[in-house]
């Protein structure tokens, strides 16, 4: 693989003369204008921006489109670029002063220049919250925090910053100048004479002219390029893109956080890891991000890392303390309340942090029947998966309000049922469930709680058995090969058709039919063991013409244990 190379100046002529290409193996350009400000406020200030990854190639290859127009391409060879296309068509389109093709529409990327930014770096860059996987257009946007600022705020705040998404106020003012009308020009002479600046002697000219050079030297940042050989072929080239893009590390809102939180508190890194460590003896291993969530609830009442930049070092290392020990209640409550002692048995680990949020915030002093219905809203939101549907830091917000603001459990358990209507688990519920699903956990909770073993070693049924023939596994119970040719997958997978048995015992039963296997163990056994499980163990239901049937009757019986289980008395 070779080394290289190119300014921007360059890299943008050559996507506008045709020179380099998009294979059709890209993904579409999506960045906001958002992003693209950051990358100009980014090569303004020289900090680094990544290589960029090219294949030069004479096969012909299928091709996409660049987001901003190309000339027809007058070379024999084509230079593919396989990493950097969200860079360089903003680039392109900013210095070219072109509007991008997004989502099937063209819009222009607006961005203004603060003439009188401070000389220091005055506003920390907020953590998107979704990172790429969620880009939108900003016309659906409300604004985040912004939206209930007032004008003068939002106008004292942009005055700190050297790059804004174009605003018709903004525009108006003398000391803010179109990115794009900079680079098509290496005159000062209109923004200077806009700014009110007539002669020599003023002492802004040198200063904006000094920074109108500097905008302009971006065309001169030079990117390294990583070149790959020509004597490789396409399907080992999207090989090498296939990897490029999905083995390195993608940086999430929580990646960024924690290197804003190092960079003000130093050494910081450790003790997170240390108390994650600590979390991960006592069965559950969380992951970093979810401590750093927490860290954000006890430090500003809410879960998003959007403000992380602003917090100062006290507040994050009190917040921290605070955190540990709001965590150690949750996981103290969530076993020994709940029952769940391993996140493998969580719908989402965001029901931790609004425990150890609400344990902080009652000083750990619950009365007896604060407790039982602090367990009753955990269950019932563990098995309706709360946080598992639609914005799930929205709802989480939603739950750290409710407690912020002094609310009790009652006032949890209404927003629960304002999600979920009635909270009672009804057979219907269950129907078309697999083992994905969050009521699928609580069915192994609440089968537990119940006393069930397994069918021959008589263990009771656990997460953390040692060796593999009494390793917990879901069993079908009527055999998946059994059902084949006469119910689909689906069918064959639904949660009235899973039990928890041991590795040995599950594979001993293999594809026996219920009727061959399970009549056999309930001579020997009793009923009881099944029962634990809501099993029926009629002969006429576990027949398989009656399979519907079967499931039918089964999800009676699981609904009213979950039931029973989600309101029992710890």
């Known amino acids: ?135 939108v257009d900003e016309e659906g946007e409300l604004g985040g925090d912004e939206a209930d600022a007032s004008e003068d705020e939002l106008l004292t705040r942009f005055n700190k910053m050297t790059f804004v998404v174009a605003t018709r106020k903004l525009e108006q003012l003398p000391q803010w100048v179109k990115v794009s009308e900079v680079f098509k020009t290496d005159s000062d002479a209109p923004f200077l004479k806009r700014a009110g600046i007539s002669g020599f002697d003023d002492p802004r000219y040198e200063k904006y002219s000094q920074r109108l050079a500097r905008l302009r030297g971006i065309r001169k940042y030079v990117y390294r390029m990583d070149v790959l050989e020509r004597t490789l072929s396409y399907d080992e080239v999207t090989e090498i893109f296939v990897r490029v893009n999905s083995l390195g590390a993608k940086l999430r809102s929580s990646d960024l956080a924690l290197a804003q939180i190092t960079a003000k508190w130093r050494h910081s890194l450790q003790t997170f890891l240390d108390f994650q460590s600590a979390c991960a003896q006592n069965g559950f291993e969380l992951d970093l991000g979810l401590h750093l969530k927490n860290l954000m609830a006890f430090a500003t009442g809410q879960s998003r890392f959007l403000t992380v930049g602003s917090l100062t070092l006290d507040i994050l290392q009190q917040a921290w303390k605070e955190a540990c020990e709001g965590m150690e209640f949750a996981l103290n409550f969530a076993r020994s309340n709940l029952g769940i002692d391993s996140p493998a048995l969580l719908s989402s680990p965001f029901l931790l942090v609004v425990l150890a949020y609400f344990g902080h915030r009652r000083d750990y002093a619950l009365s007896t029947e604060e407790a039982q219905q602090l367990r009753y809203w955990a269950l019932a939101a563990n098995a309706k998966g709360r946080f598992s549907r639609g914005s799930s830091e929205t709802i989480l917000d939603q739950d750290l309000a409710t407690i912020r603001n002094g609310g009790g459990v009652n006032e949890l358990i209404d927003r629960l049922r304002l999600q979920f209507g009635r909270l009672d688990i009804t057979p219907e519920e269950l129907e078309g469930r697999n083992q994905r699903s969050a009521l699928f956990k609580t069915m192994f909770l609440a089968f537990r709680a119940a006393g069930a073993k397994d069918w021959r070693s008589h263990l009771a049924i656990a997460l953390d058995h040692s060796g593999s023939q009494h390793r917990l596994q879901f069993h079908h119970i009527f055999p998946k090969a059994l059902l084949r040719g006469s119910y689909n997958p689906r069918e064959a997978d639904d949660i009235a058709n899973l039990a928890f048995i041991g590795g040995k015992t599950n594979r001993a039963i293999s594809d026996k039919a219920p009727v061959t296997y399970l009549l056999p163990l309930v001579a020997q056994h009793g009923a009881a063991p099944f029962a634990a499980q809501c099993i029926p163990v009629e002969e006429e239901l576990l027949a398989l013409d009656h399979y519907k049937a079967f499931l039918q009757e089964r999800r009676k019986r699981i609904a009213a244990a979950l039931n029973a289980f989600i309101h029992a008395t710890a």
Do not use: C
């Open 1 to 135: 693989m070779a080394k290289a190379e190119a300014s921007v100046e360059e890299l943008v002529s050559m996507i506008e003369r045709g020179e380099l290409r998009l294979p059709e193996m890209q993904r579409q350009y999506v960045w906001r204008s958002t992003r693209v400000r950051d990358l100009l406020d980014s090569l303004y200030r020289g900090y680094p921006s990544g290589a960029i990854l090219l294949w030069e190639t004479d096969e012909a290859v299928p091709l996409q489109s660049f987001a901003v127009s190309q000339s027809n391409n007058p070379y024999q060879s084509t230079r593919l670029l396989l990493d950097g296309q969200q860079r360089l068509t903003s680039l392109s389109a900013v210095i070219r002063g072109e509007p991008v093709s997004v989502r099937g529409r063209r819009r222009p990327i607006d961005l203004l220049f603060n003439l009188e930014h401070p000389d220091q770096l005055a506003v920390v860059t907020e953590v998107d919250e979704n990172g790429d996987d969620a880009e």
